[in-house]
């Protein structure tokens, strides 16, 4: 017997058929003799359309009151799921955030996870209970529901499997892996078997959305195993346990797995960065600050940061990126210290792609940047921004060069599969 977390993403939850399949893979999993609980999405689509009720109320809107209009989504799943399975005759209920409860901070909207009272939730499962948790939301110290950002319920049910000590947290999504590069923009995407733990963080914090980047970080921390896998499966398909899709492994795990590990695992692109350039900005000590400090203290995180040279009467350019969601709040604050900073205009894109090569084998091998950048140019695709880690490069393009970017660097770097179109 094991004890199993379950995740069902959006597309796995969207309208009563879907969640009548997902129960189905739940109720099989637990007559299979395991211990189960399941962590839920709202159903796709839905906390795009709440996101945008509040951005309608009120564009500034507070993140507070968000985080109570975005929550919804997952409750109704929640709730939908369990009556699905006391329908198919499996003792089964829910337990919103607040009720278990999932303690977060206060940082609304994008909150994190600090502790889960996992006492009452053992206890139903040991008694034969699915216990059904609506992803994505928590409590704050005051009492107030907080949500945790884009994608979170990959993170909820990460976070629940390392409180009930689960041997595995299964997370079933529209894909039966992680790939090369989003197989929905380049056909010949492959499916990896196994990748570690750090070079998934990478590619989700670059723009793999199969999963949360929170969710790998906490994985690797708590040592939770993580597998990514389809919930678009026939009903009598195998199980979990012998349909294996991607399973997130610690570098000493791969060494064991794989002869030759690829140099580049995999690409990824993000098309939910925004550009924002100040020109004019006075070259001395302090400006830079003047301007990064503020959007810290605002909860504004900044991706990548150019300063270009200073011209004449000792003033520079300075482009950095934050994400979609944050540009509006960052106009607003960096016109708010215009005087204080000191820059003459403020010019924003948000019509830009951040495309990132990660990998582990960039550590052993120069030259994978130079690939890139010639690779690109070759496209005459033009390169805004560049940074980079020790097993990651990324570049700033336009955005209507980035599925031709990713496709090229694809087949650069050899990833490639033989078999697909
Ligand atoms: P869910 O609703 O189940 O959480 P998401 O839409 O958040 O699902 O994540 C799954 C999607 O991630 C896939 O449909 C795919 O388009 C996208 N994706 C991006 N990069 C990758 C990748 N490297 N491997 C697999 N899927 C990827
Ligand atoms: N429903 C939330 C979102 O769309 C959380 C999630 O699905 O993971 O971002
Ligand atoms: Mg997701």
């Not at 400006?287 to 203290?297: E, H, K, N, Q, T």
Request: charged residues 25%; contains cysteine; aromatic residues 4%.
């Amino acid at each position: 017997m094991a004890r199993i977390v379950m995740k069902f993403g959006g597309t796995s939850m969207a309208g009563t058929e879907r969640i009548r399949r997902v129960a189905n893979i739940v109720r099989r999993q637990q007559a299979a003799g395991h211990e189960v609980a399941v962590v839920v999405s709202a159903m796709a689509g839905e906390t795009d359309r709440l996101v945008g009720f509040c951005r309608e109320a009120n564009a500034l809107y507070d993140p507070a009151e968000y985080d109570v209009v975005v929550a919804a989504g997952e409750q109704v799943t929640s709730g939908l799921l369990a009556l699905t399975l006391q329908a198919m005759g499996c003792k089964a209920r829910s337990w919103l955030g607040w009720q278990l409860p999932i303690k977060t901070d206060d940082a609304h909207a994008k909150a994190r996870i600090e502790d889960i009272d996992s006492d009452a939730l053992v206890a139903s499962m040991q008694a034969g209970e699915i216990a059904v948790i609506p992803g994505f939301q928590g409590l704050d110290p005051a009492g107030r529901v907080t949500t945790l950002g884009r994608g979170g319920s990959d993170t909820s049910a990460v976070a629940v499997a390392a409180a009930v000590k689960a041997d595995r947290c299964d997370i079933y999504t529209d894909v039966d892996g992680v790939y090369t590069t989003d197989p929905r923009i380049v056909a010949k995407a492959r499916k990896l078997p196994s990748v570690t733990y750090e070079e998934m963080l990478e590619l989700a914090s670059v723009g793999s959305k199969v999963l949360q980047t929170r969710s790998v970080s906490l994985a690797m921390k708590e040592g939770v195993r993580v597998q990514v896998l389809s919930s678009f499966v026939d009903d009598d398909a195998p199980l979990a346990d012998d349909l294996p899709g991607t399973m997130i492994v610690s570098d000493e795990e791969l060494e064991g797995l794989e002869m030759e590990h690829q140099l580049i695992t995999g690409i990824a692109a993000d098309k939910n960065e925004a550009k924002v350039t100040l020109t004019r900005v006075a070259d001395r000590p302090g400006a830079v600050a003047s301007i990064f400090g503020p959007l810290a203290a605002a909860n504004i995180n900044v991706d990548m940061i150019i300063q270009n040279v200073a011209k004449d009467k000792g003033e520079t350019d300075v482009t950095f990126t934050v994400t979609q969601a944050d540009l509006d709040r960052t106009q607003a604050l960096l016109e708010e210290q215009k005087e204080t900073i000191g820059f003459y205009r403020m010019i924003t894109d948000s019509k830009v792609t951040k495309i990132s090569v990660v990998g582990v084998g960039m550590r052993s091998h120069a030259g994978i940047a130079a690939t890139m950048f010639k690779t690109l140019a070759d496209r005459r695709i033009n390169i805004q921004a560049i940074s980079t880690s020790e097993i990651k490069v990324s570049v700033l393009i336009d955005a209507d060069e980035t599925e031709l970017a990713v496709r090229v660097l694809h087949t650069a770097y050899g990833l490639d599969a033989t078999d697909a179109g």
